[in-house]
């Protein structure tokens, strides 16, 4: 065991890490590292060991992003090369570590009542009547996470995990930190950068999400991302061999599903009404299937992927639409809306709901406004936790050269965010690959060459903006 004597603000106040415990357990190529903050809380971190230590550069935080994704868990991907990309070139050079932000994975984890999240509230009130009812589930469903969770409710908010980054940081040796982080984790690092900028020797912003647009903006790019490939899947999938939908016209058989699911919810015939709903609206088929459009070419073996929505739409189309379901199963679905319900603003009153509607359904004819952000901001209308963390422009100030990824065809992150970022962090590149995907990292085409370099080399490339193919 060692020993280290640390200090940084939290939103508790100060975390004093002068009793971090360190307990390592081998465990094929990576160890499991417990650290408590006495006082605060715990976090859990899982570090992949490099592959050859005689030419370790550092460690590199890793976040997957969600919010509530556990970095532990794709640490242990890494750790015995089944991420794909080019993380196997980064473990010669560092330990890559998985802090499980607070509230997410092997850290305490927020619980909620799935019983409460499975009722079926529409997201879209039209109605005061359906405005309540929307604010009653969600102040039930936020209650209910607070007595199963405790206080720490109220401190999952993203200031507050990357104050634990640069605890844990100080505690592991007080080293610069070099930091990847994929979506949401986007937010994660740049708030961290802002925070402690002169404490980076690399950052990486990969699939950029952007936490300074109005609730109307944030929604306008969301939607436009997601139906800019919604159009790319359907071309897709009709002509496809791999495609179930092959030959279809896949548009108008996804219009007609909407339709047919708003009439009259399609049944999920392997759903048990808690752990998913037992009946698929047109809500649940538009929010559920922006997530697998982020996976063009994943195939069947990640759990969202271009295949598997083809699948799952023809599969609705026969009657069975469990692939479309809404799931409380998944381990992130809780951390997730906590975590969104202290970053985000929300609508108080149907009038803006219904402004924010008009304006959807005046440009989206195909989502209508659906997408990850709107369902942040109205899954969280009543959530009786106050924002922590709103929406606000940073201005980084560092000596690092911040390396930001993006793509042309990101179903869930834009690249107006991305673009929005320059303004944010000025000392920074943009990286933009042509073509679809959510993510760079993982693709193993020259974009995720550049990240790769760029952390091994502490250089960014010397043009602030360029384009790659792949």
């Not at 808690?274 to 996976?295: K, M, P, T, W, Y």
């Not at 199963?329 to 202290?342: E, H, K, M, S, Y």
Request: charge should be negative; hydrophobic fraction near 40%; include cysteine.
């Amino acid at each position: 065991m060692r020993r280290r004597k640390s200090s940084v603000g939290s939103s508790h106040g100060t975390i004093t890490s002068n009793r971090v415990t360190k307990k390592w357990t081998p465990l094929s190529r990576y160890r499991h590292v417990a650290l408590t903050f006495q006082g605060t809380r715990d976090c859990s971190l899982l570090p992949a060991a490099p592959s050859n230590t005689t030419s370790k550069i550092g460690s590199v935080f890793i976040n997957p992003g969600g919010p509530g994704s556990a970095a532990s868990s794709l640490v242990s991907l890494i750790a015995i090369s089944a991420f794909p990309g080019q993380t196997p070139q980064l473990r010669p050079a560092f330990d890559i570590i998985g802090l499980d932000p607070r509230g997410t994975g092997m850290s305490h984890q927020v619980k909620c009542d799935p019983a409460i999240y499975a009722e079926a509230v529409s997201l879209f009130p039209q109605t005061e009547e359906e405005y309540a009812a929307l604010a009653d589930k969600n102040k039930r469903l936020g209650e209910s996470c607070r007595e199963l969770t405790g206080p720490l409710l109220e401190h999952v908010d993203t200031i507050s995990a990357a104050k634990d980054h640069e605890a844990i940081r100080v505690a592991l040796g007080n080293e610069p930190i070099n930091f990847v982080g994929l979506s949401y984790g986007s937010q994660l690092a740049a708030q961290y950068i802002s925070l402690f900028p002169d404490n980076v020797r690399t950052l990486v912003l990969d699939a950029i999400s952007q936490h300074s647009q109005s609730e109307a903006a944030d929604i306008f790019i969301g939607a436009s991302s997601y139906e800019l490939v919604l159009q790319h899947f359907f071309a897709w999938a009709a002509t496809d061999a791999k495609s179930p939908l092959h030959g279809q016209d896949v548009k108008a058989l996804w219009l007609d599903l909407l339709a047919s699911a708003k009439e009259t919810p399609i049944p999920a015939l392997s759903c048990d009404g808690i752990n998913c709903r037992a009946a698929v609206s047109d809500e649940d088929i538009l929010f559920n299937a922006q997530g697998h459009l982020n996976f063009p070419g994943a195939g069947i073996g990640l759990g969202a992927s271009w295949e598997l929505l083809a699948s799952a739409l023809f599969n609705a189309s026969r009657g069975d639409a469990t692939a479309l379901s809404t799931s409380s199963a998944g381990p992130d679905v809780f951390p997730r809306l906590a975590i969104q319900c202290l970053d985000w603003d929300r609508s108080d009153s149907l009038a803006e709901v219904k402004a924010k509607m008009e304006m959807a359904n005046a440009y989206f004819g195909l989502n209508h406004g659906a997408n990850h952000r709107w369902a942040a901001q109205h899954a969280c209308i009543g959530w009786p936790v106050p924002v922590k963390n709103p929406p606000q422009k940073l201005d980084v100030k560092s000596d690092t050269t911040v390396l930001m990824v993006t793509s042309t065809g990101d179903a869930s992150t834009g690249i107006p965010w991305a673009v929005g970022m320059l303004e944010e962090i000025k000392n920074s590149v943009l990286v933009v690959r042509q073509g679809d995907g959510h993510g760079n990292l993982p693709l193993g085409g020259e974009a995720g060459d550049i990240i790769v370099e760029y952390l091994i080399t502490g250089k960014a490339p010397a043009q602030r903006f360029l384009t790659t193919k792949s």
